[in-house]
């Protein structure tokens, strides 16, 4: 893949015990971009995000995040840049405006009635939500709201993973549009992980295909669709689109 590098991941090694979750895992995400990683369960596909926002360190190897090692950022600082949107949404008992706020609150930082709404609206949320309790939103709500809260720090890298796989169809369409929008409107760079083909092809620039802890494809998204690797056009074969 080419052009500038906003994450470079090299030799990346990461065990648990002796049981070893990554393996020798070299890649990295072009600036800009959308990038989705593919690959059965069981991949490590989360455990990389999680080393990727420093919520785990790598066993061996070396992260690089605008050229330099993860380890240089403050863990606050860098969660900042780099932004992660789980699968379940978490919310907590309050409303919509305080589970918005929740990082600036802790941050002990504040922004105006009008850049709350906004943050709704950019979302494709109903600003008369502000006041209604998080936990009562719907799914693909909840979903929303978590990407506005970690939007609100302005993140050079968004870390999605699986957001929309318990969502209904109408909910994963908003959602899929407000991730090309993000990246279109802010150059926002995307990690998506999804198990679903063809959203990573509507979706993405690049691609990664992980199994078994390890890296085995990387490239332009077409790749998933003239993949080189037999472990990889097997794969391809299997999933479901």
């Given amino acids: 893949m080419s052009g500038e590098k906003v994450m470079e991941l090299k030799g990346i090694t990461y065990k648990v015990d002796e049981t070893i979750i990554l393996k020798e895992l070299t890649g990295s995400l072009n600036k800009g971009k959308i990038t989705s990683i593919v690959g059965p369960s069981g991949a490590g596909k989360t455990t990389l995000f999680r080393l990727c926002n420093g919520m785990r360190t790598p066993t061996t190897g070396t992260i690089l995040f605008n050229g330099e ?11 900042r840049k780099i932004g ?3 699968q379940q949404a978490t919310m907590l ?20 009635d009008v850049t709350i709404k ?14 209604q309790q998080a936990k009562e939103l719907s799914g693909g709500q909840q979903q ?18 699986e957001i929309t796989s318990s969502l209904d169809r109408v ?18 760079t995307i990690c ?8 990573a092809k509507r979706l993405s620039h690049d691609s990664w295909v992980m199994m078994d802890g390890e890296l085995i494809e990387q490239g332009t998204v077409e790749l998933l669709t003239n993949p080189k690797d037999d472990r990889v056009k097997a794969f391809l074969q299997e999933e479901p689109v």
Wanted: charged share 15%; no cysteine; proline share 3%.
């Fill in 144 to 161: 929303k709201l978590s990407i506005a809260r970690t939007l609100l720090n302005q993140p050079e890298v968004l870390l999605l993973d």
């Fill in 192 to 199: 998506w992980i999804t198990h679903q083909i063809e959203q």
């Fill in 118 to 131: 906004q943050s709704l609206e950019e979302v494709g949320l109903s600003t008369t939500l502000i006041n």
């Fill in 93 to 112: 008992t309050g409303t919509v405006k305080e589970n918005l706020l929740l990082p600036l609150t802790l941050a002990g930082q504040q922004i105006s």
């Fill in 84 to 86: 992660i949107v789980m």
């Fill in 171 to 188: 909910s994963v369409q908003e959602v899929e549009r407000l991730i090309v929008t993000i990246n279109e409107s802010y150059g926002t």
């Fill in 69 to 79: 090692k993860l380890e240089t950022y403050g863990p606050s600082a860098l969660r």
